[in-house]
């Protein structure tokens, strides 16, 4: 166990006194991030899918295809919460479900369309994600991979990415500087 | 069509898993699971639950058949899921018929909204200790969703339900506001749900956070009181001057920034602020005191669920 020594606490910073504003959410986060990381264990995917689920497709494979999601990503310009929604979804589902090579890319931008449809304003159409498979999919094939993906997560899509903590662990990160690093701003 | 995935680790195949409609309890169908008993209205029915005896209230939605399933209802589910709270309606099930293009979602049963029961009760109304009991219960569902970072964007008498044996109130229809906004599928005969709306979503340049579910709250606290609504306009064009000439106009002093993102701002008249012990009468000292914190115009300054629970007035 690690022992605190409790003579440090009034050097520790409060990093969300800065902020009193609601749309920040900074009155809950205490509370909003312990309820994140409990939902993270609950709904991680299994480290070893390829080896333990997946037959037909490799490592290598499913990094071409996130990849290739990170460009279509910014062809559409989709928010990149969608994109970490979307890579935790391909993950999740990839841990259940068993997977032939040709239809990986079917999996992913099903996974895309979902993750749009949760998190964009204006969701880019099915018919958008088949034109950027260059035609390899109908809609019909979409629409019957999104019912499965639904199924199989049951419907369980609220599920904390890496970019909720990100946000955070920067705060903390930039707690004693004056300005923050633009940088980060485009995560 | 011949699919070839498969579910891993039960074996199973999903063309089999196609032929059961139901996600949760995938055994048997809607139909050999829960009994129709009554419509309540288009699409919605109450039911009985064969295996357990419960009545249940089911939704049906349908929804165009080339885009799949729509985004807010993807949203509504999920939120549904990771949330379990006694003042939070429970999705018991949900059944995909995706043949039909349609979703059933099983709720546990919801028969009598806010307000309807301020019509056929108005004298269990009259009792202080109701409206507080009623009032603790709608902040604990609220703080609780907020500290999942998650806003309801649409409270309303109508969708708050009561349990008249136990007064156990629930909040339903969780949409996300940004959704709220974009949809055309708000049911025209739908009570007016921009009486409750926050002023800060009322403008322009909208400003979306925790805030506008407690001033939903506060207006739902003084129709508790005086069984109408506190800003009761004809439309949503009308709403905002409604909210001025009760809480007054807001100023650079009262609120901080408001004329960036209402632009609007000087063709209403100057209101000074009413004497809610007026309009709210017979609410304690300390209830008004928890109203005018509930109904402050700037989100910045306007009390949050959590802190009105720690509130005098509910203390004693």
Redesign the interface.
Known sequence: SIKVDSSNDEEILDIDSKH????M?S??AV??YN?LRV?ELKWRSSSDYMQT?QQDITQEMRGILVDWLVEVCEEYRLASETLYLTVTLIDRCLS?????KQ?LQLLGITCM??A???E????P??EDFCFITDGTYT??E???M???V???L?????VPTVKKFLRRFILAAQSSYKVSFVEFEYL | ?N???????SGRS?SD??LRVS??SSESSLMEKYKLIAKIKKGVFQGLCLLSSQTVTLKQLGFP???????SL??E???L??MRHANIIKLID?V?H?EQSSIVLVYESMETNLTSFIRIYPKVMKIPRTIKELLRQILLAVSYY????IVHGGIKPANTFIDPATNTLKITDFVWP?TLF?SNTEDPNEELGFCYKAPEILVEHK?????IDVWSVGCIFAEMVTQKPLFSATSEFHQLAKIFSIVGTPSEETWPGFSRIYRYLHIYSHCKPKDLRKLVPGLEPAGIDLLHKLLYMD??G?I?A?QALEHVYFQN
């Open positions: 009193k504003d609601p749309q959410c009155l809950y509370e909003l309820n939902t689920v259940k479900m068993y997977i032939e239809r369309l979902i749009s449809k949760y964009e304003i204006c969701a159409r099915v809609r019909r979409v629409l019957d999104e019912y499965q639904l199924e199989i049951s419907f369980n899509l609220s | 069509m699919i070839k995935v498969g579910v891993y680790s999903i898993l196609r996600i949760h058949d080339n885009e799949g399933v729509p985004g993807i949203k589910i999920t939120l899921q990771a949900v995909n995706q907020h500290s999942f970072d940004r974009n400003q979306f956070s925790t805030a989100p910045k306007r949050t959590r």
